[in-house]
């Protein structure tokens, strides 16, 4: 895909991380909240390595099938592979664009994806409501205030993070504020039976678990070491940074949390 713009997690071990941070039990209640049922046609959009797109999948059984989308050939050629099967297929495309050629879907399911297409989240928003049947239901789920609630984080390490989300913001297209942005998509499209959910992600607190020390590892060595942010705060530069990180993050005292958002709506009949 020519052009494709650069995901800002990118790396060789993103569909590990993905992976693995997947909570199988928090998806299926937030699928069953938002209205999936057996028998439907489903599109994960921005489904990253195929495995949510399966669990969606399996939900709409008996009867239904699903079409995983992401703009990553090396990711959709993982799905294809791992997953595929009759009735669970892979595309590649950038949602910015409109999509064509994957037919229509009674519930749509956006989750971790708005978050990096700051500047075209409302545009991604408007395509995934045209795939839509009328009636037909869109799920979007995000963060709000990514990464960015930790207790008693020291304030060079505050200011630090602050520093780098605005960079990651103002360069990257990143969007650590987009959850709380979801209700209006919906409104202002003119959905119908619109609902909200809250959620902990991130809900960190005791000893440090293995996947969340994977997980925000990979989060320092590729989405802060891409934000280019200069780090005024240390004199050692990003390795001091990064390693007063792991120290405060590996403290069994800290508590850190992101808000999880969720907003559901109907489709009605007479959205162009
Ligand atoms: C953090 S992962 C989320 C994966 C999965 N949805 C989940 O809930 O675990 C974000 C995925 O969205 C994809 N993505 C980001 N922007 C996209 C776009 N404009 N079009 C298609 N996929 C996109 C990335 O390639 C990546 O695989």
Redo the contacts with the bound molecule.
Sequence with gaps: MENA?Q?L??NKE?IER?ER??DRVA?ERQAAWAGLQAGMRVG??????G??TRFLFEMAQPGGTAVG????AE?IAHAAAKHGTDGLTFVR????KPVTGIGNFDFI?????L???RG?AFE?VQNLTRLLNPGGILCL?DLDYNCLNHFEMPAPLMSALRGITRRLEETADFDPYVGIKLYSFLYDLGFEAIDMMMAPHHLIFGQLKEVDAFNWTKKLEIAVVRSGYDFPEFAGGYRQFAEEFQKFFADPRRFTYTPLIACRGRRPGSIG
């Excluded at 495309?93 to 910015?96: A, K, P, S």
């Excluded at 399911?109 to 994806?113: L, N």
């Design positions: 713009p995901y997690m990118e993103e993905l941070k997947t998806l994960d959009m921005g489904c990253g390595p495995l949510t989308v992401d703009l990553s990711r495309h950038n949602l910015v399911w956006a989750r971790f994806m978050e990096y297409n075209r991604i789920i």
